[in-house]
T-cell receptor, first 114, second 109 residues
Framework: GAVVSQHPSRVICKSGTSVKIECRSL??????MFWYRQFPKKSLMLMAT?????????EQGVEKDKFLINHASLTLSTLTVTSAHPEDSSFYIC??????????FGQGTRLTVV | GQNIDQPTEMTATEGAIVQINCTYQ??????LFWYQQHAGEAPTFLSY??LDGLEEKGRFSSFLSRSKGYSYLLLKELQMKDSASYLC??????????WGAGTKLIIKP
């Protein structure tokens, strides 16, 4: 199946700093990628839809200036958590759609803000 | 509003069969997905149903009834490695995935 690579898998950062998470589609072109956040024992929460060459579409309640999304090419989308705080600590996952029947996920990024 | 319901946790015995149910109320329907997620890892795709009926794929099968807003995932010949969370997701009329909270499956020897 299609491969989506997400990096880094784990990151620890200090409060107030910014963290960039990359999501790459390795063997296909993804015009649309999705960014999710998942709290422990909770379901996936869609944060935003990343569209290649245009602005991302954010879900209600997600701060655009805090979670910056860039989708500059058909194989790369990035999520930057700016001025991170401990409450931003979470598991972040990206996915990319392939045709009608599937969305493959990256490996996820465990962010811990100390 | 949109809603996906599935049991929070289930326990089964190695070698047995388990059925995980999922009911949904969504704005439109464009397919239902089942994913497996091990702790600390991203979900992995298991199955996709868009028409009524049973889709079989090895030890795993998935069933859909659109009129009832109901699906189940059937796992046969359970193995210890099947211990994971199983997520049900429905794609709505806007082609957005609506996720259930997941069912944690515990396999006992």
């Amino acid at each position: 199946g299609a491969v989506v690579s997400q990096h880094p898998s784990r990151v620890i950062c200090k409060s107030g700093t910014s963290v960039k998470i990359e999501c790459r589609s390795l063997d296909f072109q993804a015009t649309t990628m999705f960014w999710y956040r998942q709290f422990p024992k909770k379901s996936l929460m869609l944060m935003a839809t990343s569209n290649e060459g245009s602005k991302a579409t954010y879900e209600q309640g997600v701060e655009k200036d805090k979670f910056l999304i860039n989708h500059a090419s058909l194989t790369l989308s990035t999520l930057t958590v700016t001025s991170a705080h401990p409450e931003d600590s979470s598991f972040y996952i990206c996915s990319a759609g392939v045709g009608e029947t599937e969305a493959f996920f990256g490996q996820g990024t465990r962010l811990t803000v100390v | 509003g949109q809603n996906i319901d599935q049991p929070t946790e289930m326990t089964a015995t190695e070698g047995a069969i388990v059925q995980i149910n999922c009911t949904y109320q969504t704005s439109g329907f464009n397919g239902l997905f089942w994913y497996q997620q091990h702790a600390g890892e991203a979900p992995t795709f298991l199955s996709y149903n868009v028409l009524d009926g049973l889709e079989e794929k090895g030890r795993f099968s998935s069933f859909l009834s659109r009129s009832k807003g109901y699906s189940y995932l059937l796992l046969k010949e359970l193995q210890m490695k099947d211990s994971a969370s199983y997520l049900c997701a429905v794609r709505d009329s806007n082609y957005q995935l609506i996720w259930g909270a997941g069912t944690k499956l515990i396999i006992k020897p």
